[in-house]
């Protein structure tokens, strides 16, 4: 007969100490190098069983065999695939992502190129579908049942149903051709492209570094369309979950204490269930937020925009894959970020999860 | 204790809409209230929280309200437009919950959610507002107000959180409480501590208390009055020290199935329920 | 209450109301009864069900129903207007638009349904053990969502097809491979909460094993929220495999599948709208469908929500 | 029947069960009382194997306690939840809930078995086919019971078993309680923060503070009021009702 | 509106991979090159058997055709303002051979080797080079190929300045400009723009347009709703249906020019079916030849079928096959297959193609062929192709320069049909023993006579017509559509000669 002990309790004891703050931090680094390993991987995997020839991009269809046998060695394709993937990743980890074949860039600068073309436009369309969505969803949780509530749902799902090429296109043709309200494909109007240095990348602001304030306009009035485009998704979505969110809140005890306290109506909607709404909410937004920065190629594609998600796309059905490597790992890094950040935003919101 | 009364109830009946059909919560309840404490105890599911949150205009969007009479001092409580409503509650009738955990916001501090209680019926700066509701912190017998002001209602502990809840409740001192199981969430010596507060700050303050519980005990000790209440009907009506003369059979059930102290473990009496009760 | 009424009427009905089944065959089937009852009271669902049950008619009678040939090309009839002879028009090979909307149904309804029993299977399973068992199971199992939600979808979807081989089934591969991640992430949430209340350690406690405890106690608690999001998700993926067809990885020609249709049609859109407007409308309306279908679902899914 | 000694149990860093010592003869009524937060709940806890952090002697029928619960003591020792709201599934069918230990544990027979343990419990068959949701509380907890008796176990661990219920029902789920340990010959551990409930239902009892126990009585000895220890005594005056005069005595036991 | 003194066109420029002209081997890249680089020689857009000179004033070819001496023009500056002499030319071409890029072939095919091409190639003094060759070639055949992007003349002293490990500045050409010609770069932003400014010291006369900005927009509606709104001057992707709109439109008009790109089927001979002439020549006679141009194609192409595009020296014009179901259908049954067979197609994703496959899918439908058409990008088609996977594959084929070799040497040219062989025509794709046909097409090179060369080719283009695994269908026609006010935009037989130089604007 033995009696149970508490088994290996000083090595519990030192498990907790590692788990102290210095100790989550390494447990951070450490699940994010596992990540982005895992991402580097199954990227490489990718480039791997892709039945594209990767020296095509480099040498075109009608190369004769010498210069494609050449380009092919240079290009390492040669090497053992774990060879390969090792010189990948070490090269990778001193910073270097190699060469775009298709740029003729290091895909560093392409990144730095493209990936503020696509943060200005998820930025603001997630911008937009927070200020719209957000209202929309209240409005439609309190009128629950109601005509209100039918027109908010009917109206995000067919943001949800429609192709965005449809949506795209058609934008262009009403606000763009017939009623002049917005500028066309592109960033700028073509022949101010040469107008603007790129400081930060992001069209709105260069401009307005730039001091020009008729370059600005113009390149508002040339991203609010795909902008408001993207941002119908997001607010279809955000609309939906506030709508869910808010009536899961209204039927909380806390919201008939503040009844109880003849508190406007008003006030109870905005501040308190609001208030609570915002906590789970923060993470929906982000994560339409992370979607929206791996760029849609579809948008990009009919808005002439130079960002991400063609940028990953195209490089991609050419395989050229230090393009598409670097691209999945801003795109990976992006997604870790905003999520980092709403875990932050939920904390600040949500004093429950403080300490 | 005055007698004109403050609240008039008269045939109060709620009804409930429901996928199943009609619930009839209330079925005609009619009382009058003094300052006094009143103590409405029965049963689950009898209708005690629903004729207390009657008297708010709380019923849920499903529910309809009528009544005969149901009257504060003058204020017709079953005809208020929500703005009036406003003016009524917290500033007159204000309401305890029964459990602090659900009852308090959880992302705005306590110190907020009570200040927000006093400024909606008076018009003071924040600085006045705070130093009110510290006050009122330390009138509920809070050892460290300043940091419970700030803390959210999560740091605290239930106890505490229902003291709280009564410091915002009465911190705009209204006329009538209405406390719908106040202590059930919590430990018994702890109940007894806030009951002891709640005692303490309507004797002084003059208000009338609506006190629900289930605990016919318990509220006997601790109201002037005690309405039995059985499926929506008040089945009896009794002084608190006249308990152990209750004439009707289900409170007389009620108090004989409390198991006693004295050790003996022969089986406790069951009420037999008879349907005559829920006629009235 | 409303059992009184029904008793009068006796036969199957009382059978199936009977407020004492006496057979667990009685109960299922009494329950599944109430559960449509009280599903025909929510009339958006309703509507919802009608538009996927009309959905799956025109799956199986598309022969009967379309006045032509799908795949039938007529170069000199292309792009004509909606009209008499073709209601809907004819698109840029001159086929009859009608004609494969109808015959196209089927492959909505593959996608949609493929998918919806590969990603939600998969994210369920790996979501509620990551969440059961936590630990280093959560840690490794949450490590390879992450890599997947983290992976630009697109470019996950796009390389899967490449790699099987372009197809509508190997884009529904595809889009499912995409799709799991999300549906983990709510199963493990809804585990989280789930996994330490009484009723599980109560299944526990009758000596119910880690396996009968996920799928029997806490697959079922992850049901609503899950269908609710798959529902939302099809237009999503009715799209997604759109998008392949955009990039020409879709749906293989002549198929008439929605989605290519519409990424077709878009080369005319300024000027011929209906090639583009009309399977994008249909698409709609089946999203719309089968939305307003989960959420009527999840409430008789819920045994909780409504009495 | 269950020995317990020198039992200590932690959550994390937090030391929650300091040296308790219980012993519980066949057939015997053992009652845990003490404020909330005591440790009621990790004892009963802690035995059923749902504690994974402990150390001390269990002695379940003679049988001494690993870390680990086979089956067979689940058949041995059952449990029921203080709150019949969230112990059973929402999403099960009362057959189903009484159904499923039965084939787990393969004793057959499911049909009947499920009928005979609600009878028991004094809940007709029409409740069969209900869902948790269709039940009073009262009838819950009767189905909680019904679950844990299914088995067939000789001993009944019960958590707080009526505080979540009227008075009215909880003497209709006590007096069940004691109609079975009398006919089925049970062994009880119950655990309560009411005094009254614990002295009209148990043998010996225990008085738990701080994960200790402070103090040991008999039924009898409740009775009479006979506590030593000053917390004891708190309890004790609380039981008695509101008194002003009473409540000022108290002191805090944080 | 767009500025007077620039030119706005927006043009799917996204394969652009490069600007150094010693690689440049697409399209978009092939123009750029065209507006900003001079070469030696070039020809006229209208009649392509005229040589003009260039940079070269004149040129000399020895008795034996194996000498060609090019007497340099006097006066023509760099940008960088350096002069451009004989070295400079001696420069480009060896840098050409030296870098070995996929173009390198069509100067090295002339025996150039990276170990002899400074021997070969060499300037004798600031004004003449001298180039030998190591066969009497037809001079036709290498002044042609001349006239190709390969033979763009870079500014030497600039492109060393910024040589890196002996790359002969290839790394910073790629992204970079030194050239002479009347544009220069201004900027290339790749997949989002190409800007030009004028040279305004062009020897040839500054161009009207100070600016030119290309703008990437792959979306051919998108570049419609540009050029009707008047954002652009030119939109250079349109598609027949866009075209069909903007038609109609009076503020724009179509400027459309023959160009040497070919639609065809390749036939893998490796495959049981298509290697029975009579299936072959049964599926010449079931492609709706004239459906499909006049609507899928409407107005971008037109019907050709021998393999030297109009306009080359000894394009075979006539067009012997249409549309004939009950004739392939005997032919089919003749070949034992009366109940028809079911085949794979691998078609690039985009529309035309797209439609192109499908009408063809219907038309052999009609014949019993039951043709499953498997959808790809163009790089994983193409990857397929090159590997000879294929049954069927249907692909575009622009000649490499204006000679008829270009096309003669991958079409009727196939020296090895083992799978491991070193070179890989078209004929070598499609897996298909050219016989005779390889050294007919070599002999042809070297015949001086321009008639009877011509005639060379067009015995081996009815050859292959006859017999080859090729259903060669359409030549390209490309339609730039431009506002009213543009004059002067010059398209030519191929990208290297379409001009903006001459742009003016009203
Ligand atoms: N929104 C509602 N819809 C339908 N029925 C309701 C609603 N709210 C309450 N009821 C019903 O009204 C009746 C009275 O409820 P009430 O809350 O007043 O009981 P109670 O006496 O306070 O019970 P407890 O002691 O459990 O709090 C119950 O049968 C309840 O089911
Ligand atoms: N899962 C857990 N994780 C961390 N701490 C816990 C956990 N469960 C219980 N505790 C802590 O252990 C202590 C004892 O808890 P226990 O549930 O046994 O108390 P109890 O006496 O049953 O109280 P109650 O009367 O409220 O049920 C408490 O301080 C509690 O906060
Ligand atoms: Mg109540
Ligand atoms: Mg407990």
Redesign the pocket.
Known sequence: MSAVTRKNRDGRKRARLISGKAGSLLRIVFSLAITFFGLLLVTFLIGRVLPIDPVLAAVGDRAPQDVYDRVREEMGLNLPLWQQFFIYISNVVQGDFGQSVLTANPVIEDIKRVFPATLELATLATFIGVVLGIPAGVFAAINKGKWPDHVVRVIGLAGYSMPIFWLGLMGLLVFYMKLDWVAGPGRLDAFYIDFIEPTTGLMLIDTLIEGDMDLFWNAVSHIILPASILAYFSLAYIARMTRSFMLEQLSQEYILTARVKGISEHRIIWRHALGNVMVPLVTVIALSYANLLEGSVLTEIIFAWPGLGLYITNSLLNADMNAVLGGTVVVGAVFIGVNMLSDVLYRLLDPRARR | MSNDPLLNVKNLK?T???PKGE????RGVSFSLGRERLG?V????????????AILGL?????RITADELKFHDVDLANLTPKQWRKVRGARISMIM?DPKYSLNPVMTIGDQIIEAYREHHKVNAREARHRAIDMLEAVKIRDPERVFNSYPHEVSGGMGQRVMIAMMLIPEPELIIA??PTSALDVTVQLQVMAILDDLVRDRGMALIF?S?DLHLVSSFCDRVLV?YQ?HVVEELAASALHEAKHPYTKGLLNCLPKMDGDQSDLPILEREASWAEG | MNTQTTISKPGLKQWLTSDTPRSRLQAKCGRAWLGWIKFTENKLAMIGLSIVIGLILVTIFAPLLAPYDPLAADLANRIQPPGADHWFGTDQLGRDILSRLIYGAQYTLLIVGLVAITAAPLGLLVGTAAGFFGGWVDATLMRITDIFLAFPKLILALAFVSALGPGLENAILAIAITAWPPYARIARAETITVRKSDFIEAARLQGTSNMGLIIGHIMPMCMSSLVVRVTLDMAGMILIAAGLGFLGLGAQPPMPEWGAMVSDGRQFLLEQWWVATVPGIAIFVVSLGFNLLGDGLRDVLDPRGGD | MIEISKLNAWFDDHHVLKDVDISVPANGSFGLVGESGSGKSTVLRTITGLVDDWEGNILVNNKELGTTRDKAFYRLVQMVFQDPFGSLHPRHTIDRILTEPVNIHGLGNSDSRVVEALKQVGLDNSFRFRYPHQLS?GQRQRVAIARALILEPKVLLLDEPTSAL?VSIQAEVLNLLSRLRRDLGLTYIMVSHDLAVVAHMCDDIAIMNHGRIVERATAGQLAEGSLEHPYSQQLYKAAGGYDRAVVDSFVDWD | ETPKNALVMAFAIDDIITLDPAQIFEFSGAEYAGNTYDRLIGFDNDDVSKIHGVIAESWDVSEDGKTFTFKIRDGIKFASGNDLTAEDAAFSLQRVILLDQSPAFILGQFGFTPENVKDKIRAVDDSTLVMEVDKPYAPSFVLYCLTAGVGAVVDKEEVLAHEVDGDLGHEWLKTNYAGSGPFKLNKWTAGESLSLTANDDYWDGAPEMKRVIIRNVKEAAAQQLLLQKGDIDIARNLEADQLAAVKDDTNIKLLSKGKGALWYLGLSQKNEYLSNPKVREALKYLVDYKGISETILAGRSQIHQGFLPEGFLGAYNENPYSLDIEKAKSLLAEAGLADGFSITMDTRNTTSIMAMAQSIQATWAQAGINLEIIPGDGKQTLTKYRARQHDIYIGRWGPDYQDPHTNASTFAWNPDNSDDATAKPLAWRNAWDAGDLTAQTDAATLERDDAKRAAMYVDLQKKVLADGPFVIMFQETEIASMRGNVNNFVLGPSFDNNYYRFVTKD
Do not use: W
């Not at chain 2, 019923?59 to 529910?63: D, F, V």
């Open positions: 709620v409930f809409n429901t619930v009839n919560a209330v409405i029965g049963e689950s599911g009898s209708g005690k929280s629903q004729t207390g949150r019923t849920a969007a499903n529910g029964q719908d199981e629900i289930h209440m929506g | 509380g009227d």
